[in-house]
């Protein structure tokens, strides 16, 4: 009778689960596509590129391994390569494209809840879950085409395999190897996965110092690596010289950095994150502010709860007969958060003026874990109120993360352009046939994938950034030594005055083009496309021999 009584509460507790991990995966789904259909479907610079070169891997047979221009950051080619094949059969779309992302986000909600669930209780892991899967930083990035939402992937998946062997003892070489390998695949995707590997690495040698496991680990770091370590080999280490490049931008001394950028997470810069717009830092309104204080009370209060794990794990000796003790699931969430935010305060994406919220995405899953766990850890009306505040800050993150994720258009820079008015550009081009063009940057890429490269657009003098120097080679030749019409496109506020670049055209200006324009016959005011954007059109040489001599003068 009491077996069929056990027996019975554990399918009612199966189903439970069940029915719980169903509806957060199509709420999470739900909420991702109307994202995908609103303010998604239409892409950012960096993401018209990912579109741009599935496409040249179908029809140039391109074999890209980052993304355009830039020796880092796998997962944009990964996502390129995943699109290759909808490109082929359905041509350019920014849904299919998007889609790919926001999927692998939801393979993400999946791995967290099991590895929660496994761990910890059914509050903590419905209200993690809920907490990562409608929170706005996510959600933003889950519509992101830069490898971000595979990265997460990824390095969840490592993170369930190592949770197994680390706290279940399930420590074979096969289990070893596989974490390696997605760790090592997640580092390719996205550097900042390196911390997992980091993290693995200092949990597993101060437990008990077993290194066949940590062999097979490494073996599958290094295969999860080839891409990478192929590409240093060949190409005289650019990888590994980008990622140890001194920062650019304000230099401050050492103890001045690290006080910036802790002192930061607790002044604004974490509530920013959780305004849900990740690639620009906006001031935070009440509700971020509360998931900031809200994730640092927790991270303080069960790291408070766990300091004596910690002192333990602290008092560690190499050369001990016996491995210390594993340390508990909470205690190793709380790892993570500790070593990324010691990154943090000494790498060079927290320099003083360079206030990017993306950074502080390692945190996740983390901070939703422990904030779970803390609010679900209470009793009676404790209990009740923690259920309230987890309710709370699940709503605002997902009020906030569509509110972010639906607009319809977007800003890069400081540059604000509409998916509508992007659309009309496009059409304005095709009707006046313009085959070459100069734009900067954030127009650049948008429109050859909005045109289908029916246009070629070169932002060589305008932005700093060229991106896939054959397309600006081209628009080169067809002007310079075809002697092709060609055409500027500006937004009509020409607001890129401070991406401008001494390149081939030099520094242009709003108002050294507008008198390039008048000495060449140039009407100044162009030629609206739409309310956003103007085209100056047909050029030839005399109006870039007019531009020069202004730029030259320096506008005297």
């Known amino acids: 009778m009491r077996e ?39 892409l950012r610079s960096d993401e018209a590129v990912v579109g741009l070169m599935a496409r040249h891997i179908v029809t140039r047979g391109e074999t890209p391994l980052f993304l355009y221009g830039q020796p880092y950051g796998g997962g944009h080619a990964a996502v390129a390569w995943l699109a290759a094949l909808p490109t082929a059969l359905f041509g350019l779309s920014p849904v299919l494209l998007t889609a790919i992302p926001a999927l ?9 809840w099991r590895i929660v669930r496994r761990y910890a209780s059914w509050e903590a892991a419905t209200g993690a879950t809920a907490l990562y899967a409608f929170g706005a ?19 969840l998946a490592a993170l369930a395999l190592f949770l197994r062997a680390y706290l279940d003892g399930e420590s074979t070489p096969g289990n070893g190897f596989a974490v390696g390998l997605l760790c090592g695949l997640a580092y390719f995707a996205m550097d900042y996965a390196l911390l997992y590997p980091i993290v693995f690495a200092l949990l597993w040698v101060t437990r008990r110092g077993a290194w066949r496991y940590a062999a097979y680990a490494a073996a599958g770091f290094a295969a999860g690596c080839l891409p990478l370590i192929f590409y240093n080999l060949a190409n005289d280490f650019a990888h590994l010289r980008y990622m140890f490049a001194s920062p650019s931008g304000t230099s401050v001394g050492l103890l001045r950095h690290v006080f910036d950028a802790f002192g930061g997470i607790f002044t604004g810069d974490l509530a920013g994150f959780y305004e849900g717009d990740i690639d620009d830092f906006h001031p935070a309104g009440a509700g971020a502010w509360a998931q900031g204080v809200a994730a640092i009370g927790a991270v303080v209060a069960l790291l408070w709860r766990r300091r004596g794990e910690f002192r333990a794990w602290a008092a560690w000796r190499p050369l001990a007969p016996e491995g210390g003790a594993a340390l508990s699931f909470p205690a190793v969430m709380l790892s993570f958060v500790l070593v990324y935010v010691a990154i ?13 919220p993306r950074y502080f995405l390692p945190l996740y899953p983390f901070l939703p874990v422990i904030t779970a766990l803390v609010l679900t850890g209470g009793e009676g009306r404790w209990k009740r109120a923690g259920a309230a505040l987890l309710l709370f800050l699940t709503l605002h993150g997902a009020a906030t993360g569509l509110a972010v994720g639906m607009r319809s258009w977007h800003e890069e820079h400081g540059v604000r352009t509409s998916a509508r008015e992007m659309a009309a550009l496009g059409e304005a081009v095709r009707k006046m046939e313009i085959r ?30 060229s991106r896939y120097p054959p397309y600006d080679e081209a628009v080169r030749r067809a002007v310079f030594d075809e002697g092709r019409p060609f055409a500027f496109i500006f937004r009509r506020d020409f607001a890129f005055a401070e ?26 005011e162009g030629r609206p496309a739409g309310e956003e954007f103007v085209i100056y059109y047909p050029l030839d040489a005399r109006f870039l021999q007019a531009l020069t001599r202004e730029i030259e003068s320096g506008g005297r």
Do not use: M
Not at 17 to 34: E, F, S
């Open 4 to 42: 069929n009584s056990l027996d019975t509460h554990d399918i009612a507790e199966r189903q439970r689960d069940r029915v719980t991990l169903a509806a957060l995966l199509a709420a999470a789904a739900a909420l991702r596509g109307v994202i995908l259909f609103t303010g998604q479907a239409a």
């Open 104 to 112: 692998f986000s939801l393979g993400a909600v999946l791995l967290l």
């Open 137 to 155: 930083p996510i959600l933003y990035q889950s519509g992101l085409v830069n490898g971000g939402a595979e990265s997460f992937f990824l390095a």
């Open 344 to 356: 943090y305060c000494v790498a060079k994406f927290s320099l003083p003026g360079l206030r990017t």
């Open 436 to 465: 070459y063009a100069y734009a900067p940057y954030e127009i650049q890429f948008r429109l050859i994938y909005e045109t289908e490269e029916f246009v070629t657009v070169s932002c060589a003098g305008i932005s700093p950034l």
């Open 499 to 524: 991406w401008a670049a001494g390149r081939r055209l030099g520094l242009i200006t709003r108002d050294v083009f507008r008198r390039a324009c008048r000495a060449a016959g140039v009407d100044p």
